[in-house]
């Protein structure tokens, strides 16, 4: 049985930090790109960073660049999203994907394009 589980969301103050982790399970995780998208109440979900473990790319949405950062641990099939210097604009559900066999350049793939979903972690920012 394939599963993503995302763990490691919580509230924290504005200027805080989290890390994210999404642990993976019942596929060949190598052969995979991995992303994480959030979706915030009343908005469109978005991708926010990818990371792919075929041509070793990553890519991270603007907002976010130099505050985020993706990392993996392929021993432990799992992937981390490191957020640093949170906003109140990063509030929202953080879910993590997978697509088989995709680069992470220009963006990665479409949302619709990915294979497999987490159940989402939620992240609160307060001021």
């Known amino acids: 049985e394939v599963q993503l589980v995302e763990s490691g969301g919580g509230l924290v103050q504005a200027g805080g930090s989290l890390r994210l982790s999404c642990a993976a399970s019942?596929?060949?995780?190598?052969?995979?790109?991995i992303g994480w998208f959030r979706q915030a109440p009343g908005k469109e979900r978005e991708a926010v960073s990818c990371?792919?473990?075929?041509?070793?790319?990553?890519y991270y949405e603007d907002s976010v660049l130099g505050r985020f950062t993706i990392s993996s641990d392929n021993a432990k099939k799992t992937v981390f999203l490191q957020m640093n210097s949170l906003t109140v604009e990063d509030t929202a559900v953080y879910y993590c994907?997978?697509?088989?066999?995709?680069?992470?350049?220009?963006?990665?793939?479409?949302?619709?394009?990915?294979?497999?979903w987490g159940q989402g972690t939620q992240v609160t920012v307060f001021l």
């Open positions: 994907a997978a697509v088989h066999d995709t680069s992470c350049l220009l963006g990665g793939p479409e949302d619709d394009e990915y294979d497999y």
């Open positions: 990371i792919s473990f075929d041509d070793a790319s990553t």
């Open positions: 019942g596929f060949t995780f190598d052969d995979y790109a």
